[in-house]
């Protein structure tokens, strides 16, 4: 499916209101647009309606009626059929500025003279004079008079058009707009869900700012599409369907002509498609660097300044920031090629071929163009040529939300699986590895016919030289992966019987660097879970011995932690994470070199917090320093992701083999130190 079908199909929910709000603009549209034709009827019928021929009545029976030389007379076209007609004709035409009274019935048609008195019509023809009496204004007034409430109706009833078309503006505006910040936060919500649902490996390859940016300067992107784009090309279409009817109402064969201009915005959009498509691809994608740079500088800026490599790092970004300059301005050449000034050249010569148009037509005697007509025309041909204006500045802000729509749906193309997190009974802990063989890239084995038994209750410990595959072990068990062969059971059940959220339902996880997220030291330990209560929470960070810092605090429990909670020291964030893990009571425990970057002291509180931690769990443990693992039930010695040793602490030191070798290593490194 195409990026526009799906963005159309993410307003279908919304359809109801989105119609309601169209209905709206098309009222509001209609209803503006009779005012050329007010304006019109108000200038040929009243304000010049005064020329034409009159015919002379018995008495004055309605306000249409005018004394002339004490004589009644009524506009030729507006005789009844209980008017009582005299007969007698008199016909009033302007030349110039002035009007004439002519006691005959004179063709209206023509080219007009006056001379000493004399009138003369030209016509193809023929040629007529008549005698022409000059009227004053004194005398010209009564003819006017009974045209002044008709336009004062007709101006009344455009204002109040006016208004009820404000209110319908009013509702279609917060309607379509209503609608798209919906559109958009279903998406964002989707979009957002979703990266829950992929696997962790698409988050190792993908910069953190990229997947930022598609979030949030993408989907923004998108909702200028469906809050602004939408309402005004949708606007701008029904404004010019309801000009090109009024156009055709008044003369079809111009408004045959003026739809020459809907091929032209046509290939004009598909123009801007082919070029503005590019050059956003590479504008947005830049963002999404650029955001992954900043994201990273900040987050090294220790490591920047104290290697001094700011001016490496200022250049990588102006890098990044010149091609987007470079991309937008070339965005930027081809907007002005392709907006207003095209635009102006459109419009003008528009406007000389309704200059030739009616210009011709004036040349023919036997035509008759009424000024009523020609401002109606003009003021809709100026009309016709803002929606154009509009649609053409949108150009560039569809062509954005097109590029943005097929990133974030590339995306959310991405497979994923769905959340299940139903409940299951809490295992036991009982662990078994089956000839389990992974690789994060292909051919590049970690884990290579790993088998292995922990049983309930147990410690085990991991240990191994960089690279032996301790991690990946976790990776695994945790279900951040799954093995390319081989089988993983908890108490008998394969994982991949279960969800990876019911998997990991019954676990806990303490990593080297642990993570605490904005909020208090309570919502860090309870993680905003309702089954975890305050008081729950309190226990777990007292068990671990986290209440000898926190308790030091001016908010104690409920102080706030910022980003990453770097206001506290590694030490005080691992107490922390232990706690957490505490108070989830998993039934089996992840510690991933956790005490590696510890202090003396601080290990010493942790190692207590550990055998708190234990009890009645499985509990595996990737260590970097071997003395803080000697109480546990077996020692695995990994080599290139196979099990070179196994046993407990004594039988491993008496075998002298790689541990040993190990121990005595970091025994001999402490000496020395």
């Known amino acids: 499916m195409s990026t526009e079908k799906r ?7 919304f359809k109801k209101q989105i119609l309601i709000g169209l209905l709206c603009l098309i009222i509001a549209v209609a209803l503006e647009l009779a005012g050329p034709l007010i304006a019109k009827k108000v200038i040929d019928e009243h304000v010049l309606g005064i020329e034409g021929t009159w015919d002379h009545v018995t008495e004055r029976d309605d306000r249409y009626t005018v004394t002339y030389q004490n004589k009644y007379y009524k506009r030729s076209d507006r005789i009844g059929g209980n008017d009582d007609v005299i007969g007698e004709t008199i016909t009033i035409l302007a030349v110039g500025s002035s009007y004439y009274m002519i006691n005959d019935k004179v063709p209206l048609k023509g080219e007009r003279e006056i001379q000493d008195g004399l009138l003369t019509v030209k016509t193809v023809q023929e040629q007529w004079q008549f005698t022409a009496d000059k009227l004053s204004i004194s005398e010209i007034y009564p003819f006017f008079k009974p045209e002044q409430m008709p336009i004062l109706y007709l101006l009344g009833l455009y204002v109040g058009l006016l208004i009820i078309a404000g209110f319908f ?5 917060f309607l379509l707009q209503k609608a798209s910040n919906q559109i958009v936060k279903k998406m964002r919500n989707d979009l957002f869900a979703h990266t829950q649902r992929i696997p962790i490996n698409y988050f190792v390859d993908q910069p953190a700012g990229k997947i930022v940016a598609r979030i949030t300067n993408d989907t923004e992107a998108i909702r200028d599409l469906y809050e602004r784009v939408l309402s005004i090309i949708v606007t701008s279409v029904i404004y010019m369907a309801g000009i090109f009817i009024a156009l055709f109402i008044l003369d079809a064969q111009l408004a045959l002509w003026c739809l020459l201009l809907i091929p032209l915005i046509w290939g ?19 963002i999404s660097e650029i955001n992954g740079n900043i994201n990273e500088a900040i987050q090294g800026m220790p490591i920047i300044q104290a290697f001094q490599r700011e001016k490496k790092t200022k250049q990588d970004f102006e890098t990044l920031n010149h091609r987007h300059f470079i991309y937008q301005r070339k965005l930027v050449k081809l907007s002005a090629l392709t907006s207003y000034n095209l635009v102006t050249v459109f419009r003008n010569i528009a406007f ?9 037509a004036s040349l023919e005697p036997t035509s008759a163009i009424s000024i009523g007509l020609l401002y109606a025309f003009t003021d809709y041909l100026t009309r016709l040529f803002e929606p154009v204006t509009d649609i053409v500045n949108q150009l560039p802000l569809i062509e954005q939300a097109r590029v943005a729509g097929s990133r974030v749906f590339t995306l959310l193309d991405h497979k994923g699986e769905d959340v299940v997190d139903e409940k299951i009974a809490r295992y036991r802990g009982h662990i078994q590895f089956d000839r389990v063989s992974f690789a994060y890239n292909e051919g590049d084995d ?36 799954d093995p390319q062969q081989g089988t993983i059971t908890i108490d008998g059940y394969s994982t991949r019987e279960w969800s990876r959220q019911q998997t990991r339902s019954h676990m806990g996880i303490v990593l080297q660097d642990p993570f605490l997220f904005s909020g208090t030291i309570l919502s860090n330990v309870t993680m905003n879970d309702p089954n975890i209560s305050i008081d729950k929470a309190k226990q777990a960070l007292k068990a671990v011995g986290a ?34 893990a505490l108070a989830f009571d998993p039934a089996i425990l992840i510690l991933d070199e956790a005490t590696a970057n510890i202090d003396t002291e601080t290990e010493t509180i942790i190692q207590k917090a550990l055998e708190v931690l234990k009890i009645g769990r499985t509990t ?34 008496q075998a002298k083999g790689s541990y040993y070798q190990m121990y005595q290593m970091q025994q001999s490194n402490k000496s020395a130190v």
């Open 7 to 13: 963005l159309v199909a993410y307003a279908f929910p």
């Open 169 to 173: 503006q009013f509702y279609q505006t």
């Open 268 to 286: 004009w959009m598909k123009l801007y498609k082919h070029f503005g498509t590019k050059y956003n691809q590479v504008i947005r994608s830049t």
């Open 352 to 360: 000389v071929g309704f200059i030739w148009y009616f210009g011709s």
């Open 446 to 481: 970690v884990l290579r016919n790993l088998s292995f038994e922990i049983k309930p209750g147990e410690t085990a410990a991991f240990v191994g030289h960089t690279g032996s595959g301790k991690s990946s072990i976790m990776n695994v068990l945790f279900r951040f992966y």
């Open 547 to 580: 209440d000898s810092f926190i308790e030091k605090l001016p908010n104690q429990y409920n102080e706030e932690v910022g980003e990453g909670g770097t206001t506290f020291s590694l030490g005080e964030r691992q107490l922390i994470s232990f706690a957490r």
């Open 620 to 653: 595996l443990v990737i260590a970097h320093r071997l003395s803080t693992i000697q109480q546990a039930d077996t020692i695995f010695v990994l080599d290139h992701g196979t099990i070179k040793e196994m046993g407990n602490h004594n039988t491993l030191m």
